[in-house]
């Protein structure tokens, strides 16, 4: 059974870094795309940034793009999101997803991210 443990959240004053990592097992981890979404109470899950399989090509939405950086290490079946000159709006439970060509897909739990002075 596939399973996505993410961390590295927590409190960061504005302006702050966080780097987030997604610690992927029970599946082949260099078939599957990634990405990351965040979401806040009362708001949809918004997609922050993906990866492919490869690691080839990245996609960032307009709000985090030059901020965040999404990368992978496939030897250690790890993805990451390092995030730069955090704001209050950057608060939000973190999730990594991974999905297969087939449309396989998994979720983590969550990691929250908390942007306050």
């Known amino acids: 059974q596939g399973q996505l443990v993410e961390s590295g959240g927590g409190l960061v004053q504005p302006g702050g870094s966080l780097r987030l990592s997604c610690a992927a097992s029970?599946?082949?981890?260099?078939?599957?795309?990634f990405a990351w979404h965040r979401q806040t109470p009362g708001k949809e899950r918004e997609l922050v940034a993906s990866i492919t399989s490869t690691g080839t090509t990245t996609n960032y939405a307009d709000s985090v793009q030059g901020r965040f950086t999404i990368s992978r290490d496939n030897a250690k079946h790890m993805m990451f999101l390092q995030m730069n000159s955090l704001n209050p709006e950057d608060t939000a439970v973190y999730y990594c997803r991974a999905e297969s060509e087939d449309v396989k897909t998994y979720w983590g739990q969550g990691t929250q991210v908390t942007v306050s002075s």
């Open positions: 029970g599946f082949p981890f260099t078939y599957y795309a």
